[in-house]
């Protein structure tokens, strides 16, 4: 909806002059895709900019996908207005020895925007370390919106008449507005989201659970299942910061707890965490939560370190006395990636709850399932197909376990879609 109206909006603008609108077939082809080229580039950098109306409502891997899929287009209707430039101006007109300033913004606007495509796709193939990928992405990202903002300006067409010049504005407003909040405003007010840390438990041979209390206030309320993304230091002004579920109550906002696996250097850093080290939380985001829903029980599959979200909404039910039946289905290879069973025999007690463990390489004394997680497994667990339709069924793990399960669900059950909850954890 917010899409639509910002993409037609300019068009409508521009139909209120018409006299501006040449009548030449590739100038209106130019226009009209350069408009709605910038008014998507514009969501596309809106949308991940950590406004919790939009995590909460969207979810992140909404919010990724769309944000991809939006810049993707966005560059695609630049080339063609790029394209229909020259067929109404000639080539000459990119000629950079001779060209204006308006030329050359709109040239450093193009170039960042289709290096930033191999980049995207280097990021989800190659996996190059994240920070210098998302340094390099944001810088980017700033260059393409800052040269389109030249080029308009400097081009003097849209902002010459009152509503182009009113659209050109209030967009750039807003773009200002929310760098400044995003990068400024948030960080400053740092004192709303310092948290202690507690404790640091070992839950495996490559887990471990970080526990942090707010410092100086009441802790920030979420919704069990949200996440936060974490920095460490005593300033909330650090580049480096990475997401992680609150695996605590939602009942005791003051204190969060977080299991972390440990991938890389960040978390191999939180493992060493000493307590009364001051870190900062940016958060909650994330729609992936049974806050809200509905329904008659629940069905979590975890895999692996993906029993976090799982984890929290479970303690979070047993605070709150919900006694709404949940089937757990925890999946993992080795019996190390199990984590917290020793909490799911206490929630035991205090829910209506059903544990069923898959193994990949169980230990020698096991009675839980062995293999993957198949169809015949969820099967075996779930409740016939007329109770399977009131519940909602919640995703979390490695993506090939995710997209299996969600496949089971839908294409063998006939789940709707709207009942099946997913969160990746390398979304990005
Ligand atoms: C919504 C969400 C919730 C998560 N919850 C948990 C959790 O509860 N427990 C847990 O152990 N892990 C969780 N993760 C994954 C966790 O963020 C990464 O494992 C962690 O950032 C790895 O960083 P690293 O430096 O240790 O490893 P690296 O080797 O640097 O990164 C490994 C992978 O982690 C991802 N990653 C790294 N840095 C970031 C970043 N700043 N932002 C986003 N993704 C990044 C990338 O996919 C990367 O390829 C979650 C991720 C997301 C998106």
Same mark, same amino acid.
């Given at each position: 909806?917010? $899409?639509?109206?910002?993409? &037609?909006?300019?068009?409508?603008?521009? %139909?209120?002059?018409?006299?501006?609108?040449?009548?030449?077939?590739?100038?209106?082809?130019?226009? $009209?895709?350069?408009? %709605?080229?910038?008014?998507?580039?514009?969501?596309?950098?809106? @949308?991940?900019?950590?406004?919790?109306?939009?995590? /909460?409502?969207?979810?992140?891997?909404?919010?990724?996908?769309?944000?991809?899929? +939006?810049?993707?287009?966005?560059?695609? +209707? #630049?080339?063609?207005? =790029?394209?229909?430039? @020259?067929?109404?101006?000639?080539?000459?007109?990119?000629?950079?020895? &001779?060209?204006?300033?308006?030329?050359?913004?709109?040239? #450093?606007?193009?170039?960042?925007?289709?290096?930033?495509?191999?980049?995207?796709? /280097?990021?989800?193939?190659? !996996?190059?370390?994240?920070?210098?990928?998302?340094?390099?992405? $944001?810088?980017?990202?700033?260059?393409?919106?800052?040269?389109?903002?030249?080029?308009?300006?400097?081009?003097?067409?849209?902002?010459?008449? !009152?509503?182009?010049?009113?659209?050109?504005?209030?967009? @750039?407003?807003?773009?200002?507005?929310?760098?400044?909040?995003?990068?400024?405003?948030?960080?400053?007010?740092?004192?709303? /989201?310092?948290?202690?840390?507690?404790?640091?438990?070992?839950?495996?041979?490559?887990?471990? /659970?970080?526990?942090?209390?707010?410092?100086?206030?009441?802790?920030?309320?979420?919704?069990?299942?949200?996440?936060?993304?974490?920095?460490?230091?005593?300033?909330?002004?650090?580049? *480096? *910061?990475?997401?992680?579920?609150?695996?605590?109550?939602?009942?005791?906002?003051?204190?969060?707890?977080?299991?972390?696996?440990?991938?890389?250097?960040?978390?191999?850093?939180?493992?060493?965490?000493?307590?009364?080290?001051?870190?900062?939380?940016?958060?909650?985001?994330?729609?992936?939560?049974?806050?809200?829903?509905?329904?008659?029980?629940?069905?979590?599959?975890?895999?692996?370190?993906?029993?976090?979200?799982?984890?929290?909404?479970?303690?979070?039910?047993?605070?709150?006395?919900?006694?709404?039946?949940?089937?757990?289905? =925890?999946?993992?290879?080795?019996?190390?990636?199990?984590?917290?069973?020793?909490?799911?025999?206490?929630?035991?007690?205090?829910?209506?709850?059903?544990?069923?463990? =898959? @193994?990949?390489?169980?230990? *020698?004394?096991?009675?839980?399932?062995?293999?993957?997680?198949?169809?015949? =497994?969820?099967?075996?667990?779930?409740?016939?197909?007329?109770?399977?339709?009131?519940?909602?069924?919640? #995703?979390?793990?490695?993506?090939?376990?995710?997209?299996?399960?969600?496949?089971? +669900?839908?294409?063998?059950?006939?789940?709707?879609?709207?009942?099946?909850?997913?969160?990746?954890?390398?979304?990005?």
């Amino acid at each position: 909806m917010a $899409v639509t109206l910002l993409v &037609t909006a300019p068009v409508v603008v521009l %139909a209120t002059a018409p006299d501006r609108v040449g009548s030449n077939p590739w100038e209106r082809v130019s226009l $009209v895709t350069s408009l %709605a080229a910038a008014s998507l580039l514009l969501v596309a950098f809106v @949308l991940p900019s950590r406004l919790r109306a939009i995590t /909460t409502y969207l979810g992140v891997e909404r919010v990724l996908r769309s944000h991809r899929l +939006l810049a993707l287009v966005a560059a695609a +209707l #630049v080339v063609i207005h =790029v394209a229909s430039v @020259l067929g109404h101006a000639g080539p000459g007109v990119l000629d950079l020895r &001779t060209a204006p300033p308006r030329v050359w913004a709109a040239t #450093v606007a193009t170039l960042a925007l289709l290096a930033m495509v191999p980049l995207a796709m /280097t990021r989800r193939k190659r !996996r190059p370390r994240y920070e210098g990928w998302r340094l390099l992405h $944001v810088a980017l990202g700033n260059l393409v919106l800052f040269g389109t903002a030249l080029h308009v300006f400097w081009l003097h067409d849209l902002t010459s008449y !009152r509503w182009g010049a009113a659209w050109f504005a209030g967009l @750039l407003v807003g773009l200002l507005l929310l760098t400044a909040y995003r990068w400024m405003w948030r960080p400053w007010r740092s004192h709303q /989201t310092a948290y202690v840390v507690d404790e640091v438990r070992v839950e495996s041979a490559s887990a471990v /659970t970080v526990a942090v209390h707010a410092d100086g206030h009441a802790g920030v309320d979420f919704r069990p299942g949200q996440f936060a993304w974490l920095k460490l230091g005593e300033s909330a002004f650090v580049f *480096e *910061e990475h997401p992680f579920t609150i695996a605590s109550a939602a009942t005791r906002p003051w204190r969060k707890e977080f299991t972390v696996k440990a991938l890389g250097d960040f978390s191999e850093i939180l493992a060493g965490l000493r307590p009364g080290r001051r870190v900062h939380l940016d958060g909650p985001h994330g729609a992936f939560t049974l806050d809200g829903l509905r329904s008659d029980g629940f069905v979590f599959v975890a895999g692996g370190v993906g029993i976090t979200p799982m984890l929290s909404m479970l303690r979070t039910m047993a605070d709150r006395g919900d006694r709404r039946p949940v089937l757990l289905v =925890v999946a993992g290879r080795t019996a190390d990636d199990l984590l917290h069973r020793a909490d799911h025999e206490h929630l035991g007690q205090r829910l209506d709850l059903r544990l069923v463990e =898959v @193994l990949e390489e169980p230990p *020698e004394e096991w009675d839980g399932e062995v293999g993957w997680l198949t169809r015949d =497994v969820l099967a075996s667990a779930l409740p016939g197909r007329r109770g399977r339709a009131h519940l909602d069924y919640f #995703v979390c793990g490695p993506g090939p376990m995710v997209a299996a399960a969600t496949r089971i +669900l839908e294409d063998d059950w006939g789940v709707p879609d709207r009942r099946i909850h997913t969160e990746l954890f390398d979304v990005v």
